[in-house]
T-cell receptor
Framework: DAKTTQPPSMDCAEGRAANLPCNHSTISGNEYVYWYRQIHSQGPQYIIHGLKNNETNEMASLIITEDRKSSTLILPHATLRDTAVYYCIVRVGSGGSNYKLTFGKGTLLTVNP | GAGVSQSPSNKVTEKGKDVELRCDPISGHTALYWYRQRLGQGLEFLIYFQGNSAPDKSGLPSDRFSAERTGESVSTLTIQRTQQEDSAVYLC???????????FGPGTRLTVL
């Protein structure tokens, strides 16, 4: 997996948008950007992924820069339950043998009341 | 089922005993993964099953660890002669196809006394 860089921690006020950045300057053309999160004492949870277009689902939005060297995960209205470690990963999609998921240190997002 | 389930949720055992952990993947998911997560650490890949192909056991830390999967359904991870360093959360994940987003179970917290 290509290396990603994320800030170690961020704070956000409840109800406000949380914008989590990720740098992936060495991403290859066939690699997707994936986001997972892990709430304390729970298993990791898939959030969203994208290749080059911006993506949105019921959980979050993913904004990928035109050069694909960085991206931002947006939680539009953060709640206390969104407090978790957020992991940004770049990897190829289906096929091949690249199925082992590797997390870096991620960003600890703390949503404050 | 609605998601990946694992049992037991917690297991406390004595050093030297054998333990068996169970994972029920999402119905229809052909790929199944086992990971280990030590306290405060990232994911450690253990083993991967895909359909009827030979599993990738490259992550198993020793021959005390083994895993089985029946077709595309339940999987069991067995640890023989447990050691204190085996204490960790054991996570199971499944995906519709290899390399696609992985959906995790809640994990089994294993404590070896």
């Amino acid at each position: 997996d290509a290396k990603t860089t994320q800030p170690p921690s961020m704070d956000c006020a409840e109800g406000r948008a949380a914008n989590l950045p990720c740098n992936h300057s060495t991403i290859s053309g066939n690699e997707y950007v994936y986001w997972y999160r892990q709430i304390h004492s729970q298993g990791p949870q898939y959030i969203i992924h994208g290749l080059k277009n911006n993506e949105t689902n019921e959980m979050a939005s993913l904004i990928i820069t035109e050069d694909r060297k960085s991206s931002t995960l947006i939680l539009p209205h953060a709640t206390l339950r969104d407090t978790a470690v957020y992991y940004c990963i770049v990897r190829v999609g289906s096929g091949g043998s690249n199925y082992k998921l590797t997390f870096g240190k991620g960003t600890l997002l703390t949503v404050n009341p | 089922g609605a998601g990946v389930s694992q049992s037991p949720s917690n297991k406390v055992t004595e050093k030297g005993k054998d333990v068996e952990l169970r994972c029920d993947p999402i119905s229809g998911h052909t790929a199944l993964y086992w990971y280990r997560q030590r306290l405060g650490q990232g994911l450690e890949f253990l083993i991967y099953f895909q359909g009827n192909s030979a599993p990738d056991k490259s992550g198993l830390p020793s021959d005390r660890f083994s895993a089985e999967r029946t077709g595309e359904s339940v999987s069991t991870l067995t640890i023989q002669r447990t050691q204190q360093e085996d204490s960790a959360v054991y996570l199971c994940a499944s995906s519709q196809q290899p390399g696609l987003e992985q959906f995790f179970g809640p994990g089994t917290r294993l404590t070896v006394l």
